[in-house]
């Protein structure tokens, strides 16, 4: 079995990118519990939807930021094939 340098780059890059698509379980997660939380503060407060709405959209985009590099890095490792 003979395996060049090439060979070996281009499998390091897709372990690389199937470990950076895994970056996308934090934030589905932290997403997931900030709507429930969320949901909860509404039941107890109806007449603060609004912020409370606001206020979580706004965390649940700066979560997603972390789920989008992740899947950036993994396009980049699987489509940018380097010293090929």
């Known amino acids: 079995m003979n395996i060049t340098g090439t060979d070996l780059i281009l499998a390091c890059s897709a372990i690389g990118a199937g470990l950076a698509v895994i970056a996308g379980i934090g ?9 429930g939380h969320a949901a909860a503060a509404v039941g ?3 007449g603060a939807k609004g912020d409370i709405m606001s206020t979580m959209l ?3 985009a700066v979560a ?3 789920g ?3 899947l950036l890095v993994a396009m980049l ?7 090929v």
């Open 77 to 83: 490792l699987l489509f940018v094939k380097p010293l």
């Open 68 to 70: 989008l590099y992740g």
């Open 58 to 60: 706004l965390g649940q």
């Open 44 to 46: 107890r407060n109806p």
């Open 64 to 66: 997603e930021t972390t």
């Open 27 to 35: 934030p589905g997660i932290g997403q997931g519990i900030a709507a």
